[in-house]
């Protein structure tokens, strides 16, 4: 095993420690065990796997578990945003980028800049001259508005707001509904001039409580997770969405509904064993389907494997929750008109239904 890309931030570490990390994974991978942080002496390894990749990340210190995690998945993002595939080769072939990259999104074990777009400002794949001077770093690394540029100028301002819900839902062979949830997010594409504000309404269950507004139809959010723009000191002091758009594409936050769905496709089947190497499957509520597999004409007085039915569909103009954009208000200096357009969408995620 090679190590690619190897950064000693706070400079506690001997890095020859890594060299254990292989081998506690091969041990860990004959017992059939798979630990997500694994120990040697004081050395702690958190890691993740991306393709043939280990992602590693080492400490002696009690460090926050769930901020490295966060920090280790968010690098792979920004390598695959840069190499558009992250794979042993891609790596090699862009060491160059990689070690400029792991220099700035860290700091003496601190995450710093981790958004590829203002990464892209100073950070390029292309060769470029040399300015003559002190450099100057970009004004979005001294700004307190890290994950969008200044002087970003548009003839035409819009925002196009997409609200995506998947269904994720397990029926039984008898017709129970075993698992069931919503998963949601709302994703943002701002074509806008300057500095804006915004500020998204929703039909939020909490927010309709506080202003006394309970007999609206709301719904009820569960493990909320906003982009960084959005101030959650305002969101947790009176539930507004307030904050300044990342330029182009991002997903503002998603969100998680745990109660039970009314199934939006059902499917009966009747799966009839004609012969050896026949079977016919009868399935319907409005449609009858008669599908036939070539089988292995071999006799087993095995049961056959019978796999869920998994179904893929997608509703436009439509959310199972009922959530709804109230409002979304943009707000620039400059005073310019902006125009957003809204979109919902609800589609399948794992959408399984057993069958007898």
Same mark, same amino acid.
């Given at each position: 095993v090679s190590y690619s890309g190897l950064r000693n931030y706070m400079g506690n570490m001997d890095m020859n420690? $890594?060299?254990? #990390?292989?081998?506690?994974?091969?041990?860990? /991978? %004959?017992?059939?065990?798979?630990?997500?942080? *694994? &120990?040697?002496?004081?050395?702690?390894?958190?890691?993740?796997?991306h393709r043939n990749?280990?992602?590693?990340?080492?400490?002696?210190?009690?460090?926050?578990?769930?901020?490295?995690?966060?920090?280790?998945?968010?690098? $792979?993002?920004? #390598?695959?945003?840069?190499?558009?595939?992250? /794979? %042993?080769?891609?790596?090699r072939?862009?060491? *160059? &980028?990689?070690?400029?990259?792991?220099?700035?999104?860290?700091?003496?074990?601190?995450?710093?800049?981790?958004?590829?777009?203002?990464?892209?400002?100073?950070?390029?794949?292309?060769g470029h001259k040399l300015d003559v001077g002190a450099p100057r770093p970009p004004a979005t690394v001294t700004n307190a508005v890290s994950w969008r540029s200044e002087g970003i100028k548009y003839r035409k301002n819009e925002v196009f707001m997409d609200v995506i819900e998947s269904v994720n839902l397990l029926v039984s062979a008898t017709g129970s509904v075993l698992r069931s949830e919503i998963v949601g997010s709302i994703k943002l594409k701002v074509v806008l001039s300057g500095m804006p504000e915004l500020r998204l309404g929703l039909n939020d269950k909490v927010l309709f409580e506080i202003t006394g507004r309970e007999k609206c139809k709301t719904v009820e959010l569960e493990d909320v997770k906003f982009h960084q723009c959005v101030r959650l000191s305002r969101f947790e002091n009176d539930r507004t969405i307030s904050f300044i758009p990342p330029d182009g594409e991002s997903e503002l936050m998603s969100y998680r509904l745990n109660t039970t769905v009314k199934p939006l496709i059902w499917i009966e089947s009747v799966i009839e064993k004609f012969s050896h190497s026949r079977v016919e499957i009868k399935g319907g509520k409005e449609y009858m389907m008669r599908a036939h597999f070539g089988l292995p004409s071999v006799e087993s007085t095995e049961l056959e494997g019978r796999r869920p039915i998994t179904v893929n569909f997608e509703i436009p103009y439509f959310t199972v929750s009922g959530i709804q954009v109230r409002y979304l208000k943009i707000i620039e200096k400059s005073g310019y008109e902006a125009l957003p357009w809204v979109r919902y969408i609800t589609q399948s995620g794992d959408y399984q239904l057993r069958t007898n």
């Open positions: 420690e $890594v060299d254990h #990390f292989m081998p506690i994974m091969m041990r860990m /991978e %004959e017992d059939a065990e798979s630990l997500p942080l *694994v &120990t040697h002496g004081s050395a702690h390894f958190l890691w993740i796997k990749l280990y992602l590693v990340a080492m400490t002696k210190k009690n460090a926050n578990a769930a901020l490295v995690y966060s920090f280790l998945y968010k690098m $792979v993002e920004v #390598f695959k945003e840069y190499f558009k595939e992250l /794979e %042993e080769e891609s790596i072939d862009n060491f *160059v &980028t990689v070690y400029e990259l792991m220099d700035e999104v860290m700091d003496f074990g601190f995450p710093q800049t981790t958004d590829s777009k203002i990464l892209q400002e100073y950070i390029t794949q292309q």
